[in-house]
C-alpha cells in the first residue's frame, strides 16, 4: 500500500484509539445503595432518602459516579448487606439489626425519653463526641466509613388494642411485640412483657392478639397498617427513629478529593430533606392514624415524667448487663443533656 493511502488508515486509527481511551477514562463509576423498604417514597422515608442521594452524588459529580438502588433488602437481610458494604464497593443503609452485632454501642443512642425534639437528636447526631467514637469504632473493626444517620419516621410511640397508655402504670399485664431484647427489657420496667417478633409477623401478631401492642413511628404504623389491629397511639416520643448509611472503607478513600468532598455534601443535602420532609408531615400522619379510628393519647409533663423515671434506669441497667462500657453511656448522656441520670 501506498504511503498516502496508508496515512488515512493510521490517522483512523489513532482518533478512535483516543475516543476509546477518553471514554474509558470518563466512565461513570456505578456503586450499589442497598437499604429496606419499599421504592415508595411516600411510605418509605428510607427511599426517599436513597432516591435523593442518587441525584444529588450524580449531579454533584457530573455523572462520574451513579448510584443503583436495591430498595426491599434485595441484594440480601441485613448481616449479608453489612458484610457486602465491608468488603465490595458499594453502600448500604443498615437499622440497628445490621449496625448493632457490630458495634452494640449504638443501644446507647437508642435510650427511651433521650431527646426531647428533633433539634436535640440532630445535635446529638451531628455535633456529639460519643457519635464520633461510634463512627470510630465501625472503621477500626470492619473497615467501613459511616456516613450519615438517617431520619426515617419521627419519634416511636406506643401502640395497643386494650386500653388508652397515659403513663407507665398502664402497661401493666400487656404484652407487646418487641424489635430487639432493648425494648423488651423497656417494656418489662414498666410491668408488660416483651417478645421479639419481626416486623414481616407484626400485623398477624397484633390481629390474633399474640401481642397486644408495639412501639414505632407515625410512618411505619400506617406502612404496616397496623392501624386496622391497634386502638390506641400514644404519642411519647420513646425514641429517635432512625437508619445508618455505611460505605465501604476502601473505596471511599480512594475517591479524588473531589469526589469525596461531593458525596459527603451529597449525603448531608439529602439527610436535610429527609428531616425537613419526615418533620413536616409527622402530624399530617397521626391525624391519619385518628381519622382511620385509633385514639391519640398525648401525655401530660408529668405523664412523660414518669415514663423517664421508670424507663431510662431499666434501660441503662439493661445496657450494663450486655457489657456496654460505662464510658459510652456516660458520653452519650452528657451529648444529650441528662449526665443527671449517671448518679442514678
Same mark, same amino acid.
Given at each position: 500500500m501506498h504511503f498516502s493511502m496508508l496515512r488515512p488508515v493510521l490517522l483512523t486509527t489513532a482518533i478512535t484509539g483516543l475516543l476509546t481511551t477518553a471514554s474509558l477514562a470518563n466512565a461513570a463509576t456505578t456503586i450499589n445503595l442497598s437499604y429496606n423498604g419499599p421504592s415508595d417514597a411516600d411510605k418509605n422515608a428510607v427511599h426517599l432518602f436513597a432516591s435523593n442521594l442518587k441525584r444529588l452524588v450524580e449531579e454533584k459529580t457530573d455523572g462520574d459516579i451513579q448510584l443503583k438502588l436495591y430498595p426491599? /433488602?434485595?441484594l440480601g437481610e441485613e448481616q449479608e448487606r453489612m458484610e457486602q458494604v465491608a468488603n465490595t464497593p458499594s453502600l448500604n443503609i443498615a437499622s440497628f439489626a445490621g449496625?448493632? &452485632?457490630?458495634? &452494640?454501642e449504638i443501644y446507647v443512642s437508642a435510650t427511651p425519653f433521650l431527646f426531647d425534639d428533633y433539634n436535640a437528636a440532630h445535635e446529638f447526631f451531628d455535633e456529639g463526641d460519643y457519635w464520633n467514637k461510634v463512627e470510630q469504632a465501625l472503621k477500626e473493626r470492619t473497615g467501613a466509613e459511616l456516613l450519615g444517620v438517617i431520619e426515617e419516621g419521627g419519634f416511636l410511640g406506643f401502640t395497643n388494642s386494650k386500653r388508652p397508655i397515659k403513663g407507665p402504670d398502664d402497661f401493666e399485664g400487656l404484652r407487646f411485640r418487641a424489635m430487639d431484647p432493648s425494648q423488651v427489657a423497656l417494656y418489662e420496667a414498666f410491668g408488660a412483657s416483651g417478645t421479639p417478633i419481626p416486623w414481616t409477623d407484626t400485623y398477624m401478631a397484633l390481629k390474633t392478639n399474640v401481642a397486644d401492642g408495639q412501639m414505632n413511628p407515625p410512618m411505619y404504623i400506617i406502612m404496616g397498617s397496623l392501624y386496622e389491629v391497634q386502638k390506641y397511639f400514644t404519642r411519647a416520643n420513646v425514641q429517635y427513629s432512625d437508619q445508618f448509611l455505611v460505605a465501604n472503607g476502601s473505596w471511599y478513600e480512594g475517591l479524588s478529593e473531589d469526589d469525596r468532598h461531593a458525596i459527603d455534601s451529597a449525603v448531608e443535602e439529602a439527610n436535610e430533606l429527609n428531616r425537613e420532609d419526615v418533620e413536616k408531615r409527622v402530624d399530617e400522619r397521626v391525624q391519619f392514624l385518628a381519622d382511620n379510628g385509633m385514639t391519640v393519647i398525648e401525655p401530660s409533663d408529668e405523664e412523660m415524667a414518669a415514663f423517664r423515671e421508670k424507663g431510662q434506669p431499666a434501660y441503662i441497667e439493661w445496657l450494663e448487663e450486655q457489657g456496654i462500657g460505662?464510658?459510652?453511656?456516660k458520653m452519650a448522656l452528657e451529648d444529650a443533656?441528662? /449526665?443527671d441520670l449517671l448518679s442514678d
Open positions: 426491599n /433488602s434485595m449496625l448493632s &452485632p457490630i458495634v &452494640p460505662d464510658e459510652w453511656i443533656g441528662q /449526665s
